[in-house]
């Protein structure tokens, strides 16, 4: 089945500086790919998303960039902000699903140090 | 969050007891999931419903049980079937159940089973 991998698990900057989280996909059929920001005990909510006839996708200091071919895309945040700190998943829709059906990444911490 | 309500934020159960949690949504979605978060790992999909009085298992349904009775509305019972219940779950909705549709979270409930 469809199998997502996120890395680093844990991620620490400097405000001001950029971070990078990357994602790995096993399903060639998928087609859309969500990313989510988790601030601590509360739900997920949607930052960015990405479908696979387009290979970046930008809104303000948040891109992110799709390479079909390998099976991969990033998250790139630039600029960070202590408030940037959370946890962040990648997910990917399931392939053959016609339901939405999500998979999640395992989750990236990010600390950004004033 | 705005738009899903998951009652009670923390719950403590003795071992061996079933518990309900509460998942309501005033979003006028159709779809509604199920997630289970555990540390260290991503959103695991438990059941989800694309529609009233019909559901489907995700990947992790053993030892849970849901009802669709009403669209607002998408219950979630662990049972004492379930080996391991103490987690954090997520309940999420989405318009349609249909790929490139966002998926709104709740702010989650935390089980603790004792």
């Known amino acids: 089945g469809e199998n997502v991998e996120q890395h680093p698990s844990t991620l620490s900057v400097q405000e001001g500086d950029s971070a990078v989280i990357k994602c790995t996909y096993s399903?060639?059929?998928?087609?859309?790919f969500p990313w989510y920001k988790q601030e601590l005990g509360k739900g997920p909510q949607l930052i960015i998303d990405?479908?696979?006839?387009?290979g970046e996708k930008k809104d303000q200091r948040i891109a992110v960039t799709l390479n079909k071919t390998a099976k991969h895309f990033s998250l790139h945040i630039t600029e960070t902000q202590p408030e940037d700190s959370a946890v962040y998943f990648c997910?990917?829709?399931?392939?053959?699903?016609?339901?939405?059906?999500?998979?999640f990444g395992q989750g990236t911490t990010l600390q950004v140090k004033p | 969050d705005g738009g899903i309500t998951q009652s009670p934020k923390y719950l403590f159960r003795k071992e061996g007891q079933n518990v309900t949690l509460s998942c309501e949504q005033n979003?006028?979605?159709?779809?509604m999931y199920w997630y289970r978060q555990d540390p260290g790992q991503g959103l695991r999909l438990i059941y989800y419903?694309?529609?009233?009085?019909?559901?489907q298992k995700g990947d992790i349904a053993e030892g849970y049980s849901v009802s669709r009775e009403k669209k607002e509305s998408f219950p979630l019972t662990v049972t004492s079937a379930q080996k391991n219940p103490t987690a954090f779950y997520l309940c999420a909705t989405c318009r349609t159940g249909k790929p490139y549709n966002e998926q709104f979270f709740g702010p989650g409930t935390r089980l603790t089973v004792l």
């Open positions: 997910a990917a829709v399931r392939g053959s699903s016609n339901t939405g059906k999500l998979i």
């Open positions: 990405i479908r696979s006839n387009v």
């Open positions: 419903s694309q529609i009233v009085n019909d559901f």
């Open positions: 399903d060639s059929a998928s087609n859309y």
């Open positions: 979003l006028n979605h159709d779809a």
